[in-house]
């Protein structure tokens, strides 16, 4: 996606709210490949509010942020993360799995299965149509 469509709210006041609660759920492991004993940086998932929403905002590493902000960068194995992460309860990681999948389907056949086990609601399908990997 382009940095028109994400910002990135390290050390933004607002974050401070619900910083702690964000560190506290994807305790110390990256929320889309589970890495650990990195730098992990908050990212907010599309579309981004006024005001930063625990309900957007994820925790994650430099691999993935780097990634996700330059799809040009992007290594389809890396993403076989997502294989865990789509059925992740934390809703925002569920729908960023689900559009970077779309996106790898693009070039690679392997996502095809799993997107057809996911089952997804009206509300989540709008959502991820916000999500622009370009
Ligand atoms: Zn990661």
């Known amino acids: 996606m382009s940095r028109g469509h ?3 709210y390290e050390g933004h006041h607002g974050l401070s709210v619900f910083g702690k609660d964000l560190v506290r759920r994807c305790s ?18 599309p579309p981004v509010l006024t005001e930063p929403d625990y309900d957007h905002c994820i925790m994650i590493c430099d691999t993935c942020q780097k990634q996700i902000m330059r799809p040009g960068l992007i290594d ?34 392997w996502p095809g299965a799993l997107l057809e086990q996911v089952y997804l609601d009206a509300d ?5 149509e916000q999500i622009e990997i370009c």
């Open 76 to 109: 389809h194995n890396h993403w076989r993360c997502l294989n865990n992460s789509i059925w992740s309860e934390v809703v925002p990681v569920k729908m960023l799995s689900v559009a970077m999948l779309r996106y790898i389907h693009r070039q690679h056949a």
């Open 6 to 8: 994400a910002r990135h």
């Open 124 to 128: 989540e399908e709008n959502w991820i």
């Open 28 to 45: 110390a492991h990256c929320e889309l490949c589970d890495a650990q004993g990195v730098k992990l940086s908050v990212f907010e998932v």
